[in-house]
T-cell receptor
Framework: DGGITQSPKYLFRKEGQNVTLSCEQN?????MYWYRQDPGQGLRLIYY???????QKGDIAEGYSVSREKKESFPLTVTSAQKNPTAFYLC???????????FGSGTQLSVL | DAKTTQPPSMDCAEGRAANLPCNHS???????VYWYRQIHSQGPQYIIH???NNETNEMASLIITEDRKSSTLILPHATLRDTAVYYC????????????????FGQGTTLQVKP
C-alpha cells in the first residue's frame, strides 16, 4: 500500500543532542512538508520541499534542518539550537504544491 | 494565504448532520477551500476541497457561499468515529510564480459526536 511512514513514533532527546526524524513516502509525490504541533494547537510549518534538492523555510524553521536528496525521503533534524523541541511532528506529502496533503502518523519528541 | 476563522468547538448527536462553519472573508479568486480532520494523536486526513461550486464525496459535502467568504462542511450522518478536530484552510492550487507551497493550519474546530 502507498503511504507515508514516519519513524520512530516516540523519540527522546537529551540536552545538547541533535536528533533526526525520518519521513519516507512511496506515493511518488514531488512535495513534502514538516509540521510541528503543540498540545491543543494547530499545525505550524517548519520546512517544505517542492522538488528534490530544494527546500524552503516555513514559519518556525529556527533550530531545525532538513535535506531532500531523494524524492521519497525528507528527514528532519532537530538541533540543539531548538530550545523547546517537545512536540508532535508531522510529515506530509502532496503530488504538487497546494495539492491535497497526505500525512504520516507522526513522531512524538520529548526532552529528557 | 488567506486566514480562516472557525468556532473552537461544537457538539453533534450521533446520526444527525454535523455542520461545521468556516469564515474566509479575505479569500482571493484563485484560492481553494480545503478541509482536513485530525483524530487525536494521528496525522490529519484530507476530507474535501472546492473553489466555488458545492462539492460532495463519500465523506462529506462542502457548501461555499456565492461570495466565497464562508463555507460549511457537512457530515450528513455523524458517527462517534467522526469525533475529531476539523481544519478549514484556504490556499492556492496548482502552479504559478506566486506558488510557495505553503499551507497554513489554524486551530480548527473540535467536533464532539455524542451518543
Amino acid at each position: 500500500d502507498g503511504g507515508i511512514t514516519q519513524s520512530p513514533k516516540y523519540l527522546f532527546r537529551k540536552e545538547g543532542q541533535n536528533v533526526t526524524l525520518s519521513c519516507e513516502q512511496n506515493l511518488n509525490h514531488d512535495a513534502m512538508y514538516w509540521y510541528r504541533q503543540d498540545p491543543g494547537q494547530g499545525l505550524r510549518l517548519i520546512y517544505y520541499s517542492q522538488i528534490v534538492n530544494d527546500f524552503q523555510k516555513g514559519d518556525i524553521a529556527e533550530g531545525y534542518s532538513v535535506s531532500r536528496e531523494k524524492k521519497e525521503s525528507f528527514p528532519l533534524t532537530v538541533t540543539s539550537a531548538q530550545k523547546n523541541p517537545t512536540a508532535f511532528y508531522l510529515c506530509a506529502s502532496s503530488r504538487g504544491a497546494y495539492e491535497k496533503l497526505f500525512f504520516g502518523s507522526g513522531t512524538q519528541l520529548s526532552v529528557l | 494565504d488567506a486566514k480562516t476563522t472557525q468556532p473552537p468547538s461544537m457538539d453533534c448527536a450521533e446520526g444527525r448532520a454535523a455542520n461545521l462553519p468556516c469564515n474566509h472573508s479575505t479569500i482571493s479568486g484563485n484560492e481553494y477551500v480545503y478541509w482536513y480532520r485530525q483524530i487525536h494523536s494521528q496525522g490529519p486526513q484530507y476530507i474535501i476541497h472546492g473553489l466555488k461550486n458545492n462539492e460532495t464525496n463519500e465523506m462529506a459535502s462542502l457548501i461555499i457561499t456565492e461570495d466565497r467568504k464562508s463555507s460549511t462542511l457537512i457530515l450528513p450522518h455523524a458517527t462517534l468515529r467522526d469525533t475529531a478536530v476539523y481544519y478549514c484552510i484556504v490556499s492556492l492550487r496548482g502552479g504559478g510564480s506566486s506558488n510557495t507551497g505553503k499551507l497554513i493550519f489554524g486551530q480548527g474546530t473540535t467536533l464532539q459526536v455524542k451518543p
